[in-house]
Nanobody, 127 residues
Framework: QVQLVESGGGLVQAGDSLRLSCAAS????????MGWFRQAPGREREFVAT?????????YYADSVKGRFTISRDNAKNTVYLQMSSLKPEDTAVYYC???????????????????WGQGTQVTVSS
């Protein structure tokens, strides 16, 4: 079992930056592929970014955030981060952290491949 707790959300202005954190419980954090998803009001949950297990050398981003968001992980702290810059009003959503067991890269964007989810943190970007 893995428990995930997100933090770092808030209200910012367009163009600002924000860093989300996701703290995971358990001693096997490094063995999990970690992802970030988001859900805006009235919309389906969508993939944002993912980072592979152990080394974290492989990352993948949704086209909508590529070049603006950066995912990283610190296995010693059992934490995954999402650094968001040049935020836009369309980035407004609840952001969820997710963990999955060594997900193949072809399935990174599929939320059904992630086994554990956090409760979410609200990010609101005003224009």
């Amino acid at each position: 079992q893995v428990q995930l707790v997100e933090s770092g959300g808030g209200l910012v202005q367009a163009g600002d930056s924000l860093r989300l954190s996701c703290a995971a419980s358990g001693r096997t954090f490094s063995t999990y592929t970690m992802g970030w998803f988001r859900q805006a009001p009235g919309r389906e949950r969508e993939f944002v970014a993912t980072i592979n297990w152990w080394t974290g050398r492989s990352t993948y981003y949704a086209d909508s955030v590529k070049g603006r968001f950066t995912i990283s992980r610190d296995n010693a702290k059992n934490t995954v981060y999402l650094q968001m810059s040049s935020l836009k009003p369309e980035d407004t959503a609840v952001y969820y952290c997710a963990a999955g067991g060594q997900i193949p890269s072809r399935w990174y964007t599929r939320d059904d491949k992630y086994d554990y989810w956090g409760q979410g943190t609200q990010v609101t970007v005003s224009s």
